[in-house]
């Protein structure tokens, strides 16, 4: 398995809205899963980040007053001609006589007829530190924001969460979104820096074994002017690390550290276990997907700085 493409393990939660939804007792779970991000996760005073969501809400025709474009039933057309004189038009094969240039239209009316409309929902994001996104993003129900974004400036590492749930039931669901990752955080750094834990996996294939390589570039959803200060060897063996670049590894001490990388957050970095620190282990074995005497994880931190003006 192949290190997390971020640094940081994002504190995640959902919490619905009290008052607003119904009695979710004996109903089935909820099939939808928004999605929250941050980018950059790691910004210098005074940066910008985004935060950007998508509900990942389903349309369909059982949420619609209306729902096959304002009749009772689809009715199906190849041409405009081929529909009653009060449709609008002929779409995707059916005829529709609702608006789409309305918005309660797109809302309670399905348009096209196939395409059906979105559950009544609800939602705020809650920032911690409060405050940090102003205008705030509070008490949202109109479809037009089922994705959207919205760029602040973080004083203080914070930490966006996405709260909200069903306004009704949608057929086949549950009054609430799926329990899962619906916060994330974006961390400020200064000149003295922050440490960011990493574990790089043993993997092992029949085709071969070893450690998969750290590529900062992709590890790091940072600013552009964010710097690689220290390497630190969190293991209790030491290891050998090498810029892809470079043709000879440097030697890292148990618990030590080293600047050798210091510099710009791109290209990857190799980290193995040298053969001293292996001995009397016997040879890993890598039969399927089973893994048989494997060698140790090794436990890593990078510390991240953003040079002062």
């Known amino acids: 398995m192949r290190p997390d493409k971020k640094l940081f393990i994002l504190a995640i939660s959902l919490f619905l809205l009290n008052g607003c939804f119904l009695n979710r007792a004996g109903l089935a779970p909820a099939l939808y899963a928004p999605t929250i991000t941050i980018e950059p996760e790691y910004v210098c005073p005074g940066e910008p980040a985004t935060v950007s969501w998508d509900l990942n809400l389903l349309k369909s025709n059982t949420n619609c ?10 009715i199906s057309c190849r041409y405009y001609s081929d529909c009653p004189a009060d449709a609008i038009n002929c779409t995707d094969g059916a005829c529709s006589r609702c608006r789409n240039d309305l918005l309660r239209d797109r809302t309670e009316c399905g348009y096209p007829p196939t395409a059906g409309c979105y559950p009544n929902f609800g939602f705020s994001l809650e920032s911690s530190p409060p405050g940090a996104i102003a205008p705030p993003v509070t ?4 479809p037009q924001d089922i994705t959207g974004e919205r760029t602040f400036t973080p004083t203080a590492t914070t930490t966006v969460t996405l709260t909200g749930g069903y306004l009704d039931v949608p057929s086949g669901t549950s009054g609430e979104y799926t329990s899962g990752d619906f916060s994330a955080r974006v961390a400020v750094v200064d000149d003295l820096g922050y440490t960011v834990p990493q574990t790089v996996e043993f993997y092992c294939t029949p085709s071969g074994w070893g450690w998969q390589w750290i590529d900062l570039g992709e590890m790091a959803n940072a600013s552009s002017r964010m710097e690689l200060a220290t390497f630190t060897n969190r293991s209790n063996f030491d290891i050998n690390a090498q810029r892809e670049e470079w043709a000879r590894p ?3 001490p148990a618990r030590g550290s080293s600047p050798a990388f210091a510099g710009p957050m791109n290209g990857r970095i190799f980290v193995t276990i040298p053969a001293d620190q292996l001995i009397g282990r016997g ?9 048989g005497n494997p060698y140790p994880d090794i436990d890593v931190a990078l510390r991240l700085v953003c040079p002062a003006d």
């Open 65 to 74: 007053r209306r729902p096959f474009g304002g009749y009772e039933s689809i």
């Open 139 to 142: 008490s949202v129900t109109d």
């Open 250 to 252: 440097i030697r890292i």
């Open 283 to 291: 040879l890993p074995s890598c039969p399927g997907t089973v893994i």
